[in-house]
Structure formats: structure tokens, C-alpha cells
């Protein structure tokens, strides 16, 4: 038992099985499962190749009937067991024992039941054929290309589109465009040990099993957490973790938020949390725990980024992905920015904004509650009336890094910005590359005991900036300056004259204090004040990526 949490790390027994989740109880079973399926090309690649262009596309965007009728179509030509896992675990539809035990043998439907991955199908609506009854998937089980650990499957629960009606409260969610995105955000940095809070499935465990020694795994759901165990043990070789003995690399536990891990300490701390704002009716059962943390508001997401620097070492860091109310005629950083405890560096960036209605609209329909039309009206209300109750504008989705500073006595930067614009993915590299050099810029900056500051430094274009001129015609001279970034967070700035022939100077033959020096003197500008508010502005061009300095040459 820990302390603040109840402990489910008995591995490879686990004595808090649940039996609406998949079982991993049989790892020998699970061994056989990903060599068929693997057999069965059942991988990204494999089923695009299955299907073809035109039906893989539309599976993409969300509609399934050209991948439905091209899968039912294999299978109905006596050759089609690759179109088996397609059909159960993609598309939701049910097929014959026969196909089964011809696609799986050495595991068969036996097996498959066992493992909780299959059920009779009870409406039997393909057939009536007792002696060859249909079965149908109680998960979705579906590919996942991962960029640390090749081709990997992901359980989660069946979605409305696969099984029709609202989801079930306690849904586990599977790979979805959130978690995709703080996957593709994490500044993949090796640790020692991180936290996954919030697992899920336990997607994001997968990505930091690839540079973390020990994964510590969380939920407030039990479901969860058997999921993210049978996804961990399912694809436990390519995870370089021993079924044998998981615990060595990952370890699960069941509670709220911090409370499992509050005598634990982390390098890094990654977290999906239950942000989504709900209206508290009150009335149980009216939450989905995968996307509720079960407080009003943004209450969730401030409490969260309040306490984070409890559970992380000096120098350790943590991203998360949020959304925070921004009250009427406020600007939309200010309640995120009293989120930010002293004495952390942050960097809060938002990239999307809706207004009540929008946002309502989005959840009611993610959780398939806008098809009733009387609940849905009810629903809808409750929504509007608790946006109100708070005098809230707008809402704000993004994502927040933290990080402790090694000292007190640390300088730290906090930064709010909002980029609503297209950005490179992955995009985590680039996040890792800005705060180097923003640490960078500090020790030749803020803590600069000669008080050169970059005046000493040389500098270079990034490689990936081009800049963009305009004037009219007949024109002397251009009227607009642009810098613009072809990666990562694909940046446009604003350039005057003077900053403009600096960035053009910048090849590495200069310091910044050299160019800025020539500037002075061809723009008849001899005054300090000149040259100091040039490399002021010089700093915010290094911030941002448009110049890098130069690297030092051992």
C-alpha cells in the first residue's frame, strides 16, 4: 500500500482484475495473440494495404462503410482471415466461430474469450446457424504505428460508431486526437523515472517507457488500469518490458490525480488529465471519468498545475495538456497565469478558443448525447446555465509546461502566448530546443555577472527561416520586413529596418556586439540607447527561433 493511493503493482498477478475490462491474466495467451496478429499483418501499414487508399482514407476521417464493405467482401471470398481483426475489432462487426478459429488458430474463440476481447453476439443478426454462432469484440483493438516502438495495438472501449448509444460512464478512451497531441508535444529528454498520471489506456506510458528507466502509471479508474496493463503486456517486447516481471519498468496505481504518488518524486510528469468542463447537476452518473475530474470549472487543471512541484525533483519538469475558463472581457491569460505557482518556470501556449455554445456542443456530442433530443436539450442547458453561474467568455484549450528550478534562488520566466496557427508535428523537439535556449539567453542575460549579455556572442539564421519583403511598386525601399519559420512552431515576425540588416549579418564572422556597433554608425545612431534596444530585440528573435547562437566548438 502507498501512501494518498491503493497500490495495484502485484504483477504479473493482478488481484484487482475487473470483469468488464480485458484480462492479461494469461500471458502465455497474450504471447500467441500479438504472433497472430502480427501474422495477420494487423499493423497500420498492413491494414491500409488491406483495404486500399481510397477505403483506409475514409477510415481516417471517421466513416467506415468503404472499409465495411471491402473487409466483408474478402471475407466473404473464403479468403479473408487478414480481414478478420479488421471487421471485430475496427469496424465492430460480428463474425462466425469458423472465421475466428480459422483466423486465430492455436488461440481460437476460446482463447479470444478468455482474454475478454470477444463476446457471443447475443442479437446474432448475420446468422442463425446454431452450430456456427457469431461473435463480436466487447474492445477495440486496433493498430497504432508508435514513432519509439514500431507497430504496437492499443484496447480501449468500443466507441459509439462501433457499438450505437451513449458511452458507458466510466468509458476508457483510446487513442485520441489529445493524446496524440501531448505524445507529439513531450520534450522526449531521458529520466529516470516519470509519471504517467491520468494512463488511460496508457498510451502516453508507451512513449515514455522509450526514454524513462521506470514509469510509474495512474488512474482513478480501476477499468483503466486493467486496460493500460493489458496494452503494457500485449506489446511488452517492443516495450522492452518483461511480462515476467513488468514492475522493473512500470508500476500502476489506482487514485485521484496526486494522491497515489504524494511521497514519489519525478523528473518528468506527463499528464492527459480529466479536463473537460461539466456542469455539476448533482445528480450521479451524469460524469464520464475519462474526460471529468469531478470538480467545477477549470478547477481540475488549477489544482493540478498548483501542486505539480510536489512530486517533482529539482530541475524536474512536467507537461500537460488543459482547458481554463476566461471570464467575460477579460484577457484569456489572465486566470490561467494565477494557476502558475510561485517560483516555477511555465509556459503556457493556447491554441484554441470557443465560446460556451461551441464547447458545449463539442462534449455532448463526443459522448453521443446529442441524440436524444429531450436529453440532449436538458444537457445542453445545464451547460449554458453553469458558463453563466461563472460570468465565462470563452474557454481555452492548450498545453502548460512546468518546471522546478534547481535553486530557489533561480531566476525563472514564465511565458503565455497563443498560437492558433499550423505547427509542425511533432512538435516536442522544437519545445526542447526553445527552452535550451531560453536557458541559454539566461546565463548570458539575466545572470550575467559582466553585464555583456549576448553583446559578446556570435550568432546564425536558423536553418529553417527565410525572409519575405514587400513594397509597392516603383518603391525605394520595402514597407514590410517578414522573418518566417518553415518548422516547428512555424513563427512570422515583424521586422524594422535596423533588426533586418542585423539578422542578414548573422553568418558567424560577428559578434552581436559588432553588428549591432556597424548599425550604429551606418544609421548615424552612435547613442548606447540604440544599441541596447537592438539587442533587446535581438533576445526576443533568439527566444523564438529565428537566430540560434553559434555552436561552441569543443
Not at 75 to 82: D, F, K, T
Not at 168 to 197: C, F, K, N, Y
Not at 200 to 225: M, N, P
Request: hydrophobic residues 40%; negative net charge.
Amino acid at each position: 500500500m502507498r501512501t494518498g493511493g491503493t497500490s495495484v503493482t502485484g504483477w504479473p498477478e493482478f488481484d484487482d482484475d475487473v470483469a468488464s475490462a480485458p484480462s492479461s491474466r494469461d500471458l502465455t495467451r497474450l504471447g500467441v495473440l500479438a504472433a497472430k496478429l502480427t501474422e495477420l499483418q494487423y499493423t497500420v501499414d498492413g491494414v491500409a494495404a488491406l483495404l486500399g487508399p481510397q477505403a483506409d482514407a475514409a477510415l481516417r476521417r471517421g466513416q467506415s462503410v468503404p472499409a465495411l464493405l471491402t473487409a466483408r467482401r474478402l471475407l466473404e471470398s473464403g479468403q479473408g482471415a487478414r480481414a478478420v481483426p479488421v471487421l471485430v475489432w475496427l469496424l465492430g462487426e460480428s463474425v462466425t466461430r469458423d472465421h475466428l478459429e480459422t483466423a486465430f488458430p492455436g488461440i481460437g474463440v476460446a482463447g479470444l474469450e478468455g482474454l475478454r476481447i470477444i463476446e457471443p453476439d447475443v442479437d446474432d443478426r448475420a446468422g442463425t446457424d446454431p452450430s456456427n454462432p457469431h461473435w463480436r469484440a466487447t474492445v477495440d483493438l486496433r493498430p497504432y504505428d508508435s514513432d519509439t516502438a514500431g507497430n504496437l495495438w492499443v484496447a480501449s472501449d468500443l466507441g459509439s460508431e462501433q457499438r450505437p448509444g451513449p458511452l458507458r460512464r466510466d468509458h476508457v478512451l483510446g487513442i485520441g486526437g489529445a493524446s496524440l497531441t501531448l505524445a507529439q508535444t513531450l520534450m522526449r529528454t531521458p529520466v529516470e523515472r516519470a509519471l504517467d498520471l491520468g494512463t488511460g489506456c496508457g498510451i502516453q506510458s508507451f512513449h515514455l517507457l522509450s526514454h524513462a528507466g521506470h514509469v510509474t502509471a495512474t488512474d482513478i479508474s480501476a477499468r483503466a488500469l486493467a486496460f493500460a496493463r493489458f496494452n503494457v503486456l500485449l506489446n511488452a517486447p517492443a516495450l522492452d518490458v518483461d511480462p515476467q516481471h513488468p514492475g522493473e519498468r512500470i508500476s500502476l496505481r489506482l487514485g485521484h490525480l496526486l494522491e497515489p504518488v504524494t511521497a514519489d518524486r519525478f523528473e518528468l510528469v506527463v499528464s492527459n488529465p480529466p479536463f473537460v468542463i461539466t456542469p455539476r447537476t448533482g445528480m450521479p452518473g451524469d460524469t464520464y471519468t475519462y474526460r471529468d475530474g469531478g470538480l467545477a470549472g477549470d478547477a481540475v487543471v488549477e489544482n493540478l498545475i498548483r501542486d505539480l512541484p510536489g512530486v517533482l525533483v529539482p530541475g524536474g519538469s512536467a507537461q500537460l495538456l488543459g482547458n481554463w475558463e476566461i471570464g467575460e472581457g477579460a484577457p484569456w491569460d489572465r486566470r490561467v497565469r494565477a494557476f502558475i505557482p510561485p517560483g516555477m518556470d511555465a509556459w503556457v501556449i493556447q491554441r484554441e478558443q470557443q465560446n460556451p455554445v461551441q464547447y458545449a456542443e463539442t462534449w455532448l456530442r463526443d459522448a453521443s448525447e446529442d441524440r436524444d433530443r429531450e436529453s440532449y436539450l436538458t444537457a445542453f442547458t445545464a451547460y449554458l446555465e453553469d458558463f453563466a453561474s461563472r460570468a465565462v467568455e470563452g474557454i481555452g484549450f492548450g498545453s502548460v509546461w512546468l518546471r522546478r528550478p534547481h535553486t530557489p534562488s533561480d531566476l525563472v520566466r514564465v511565458t503565455l502566448e497563443e498560437i492558433t496557427h499550423e505547427i509542425e508535428q511533432p512538435l516536442g523537439p522544437h519545445l526542447a530546443a526553445a527552452v535550451a535556449r531560453g536557458d541559454w539567453l539566461a546565463a548570458h542575460t539575466e545572470q550575467s555577472a559582466s553585464g555583456s549579455g549576448i553583446a559578446d556572442e556570435f550568432l546564425l539564421v536558423a536553418d529553417d527561416v527565410t525572409e519575405e519583403r514587400h513594397q509597392r511598386p516603383g518603391a525605394e525601399h520595402p514597407g514590410v520586413i517578414l522573418l518566417r519559420q518553415g518548422a516547428g512552431f512555424r513563427r512570422t515576425t515583424l521586422l524594422s529596418t535596423e533588426l533586418a540588416g542585423f539578422v542578414s549579418a548573422c553568418d558567424g564572422d560577428l559578434t552581436a556586439g559588432q553588428i549591432a556597433g556597424a548599425l550604429a554608425v551606418l544609421l548615424e545612431r552612435p547613442d548606447a540607447a540604440f544599441t541596447a534596444e537592438l539587442l533587446v530585440d535581438v533576445e526576443q528573435l533568439l527566444r523564438e527561433g529565428f537566430l540560434v547562437p553559434l555552436p561552441e566548438i569543443p
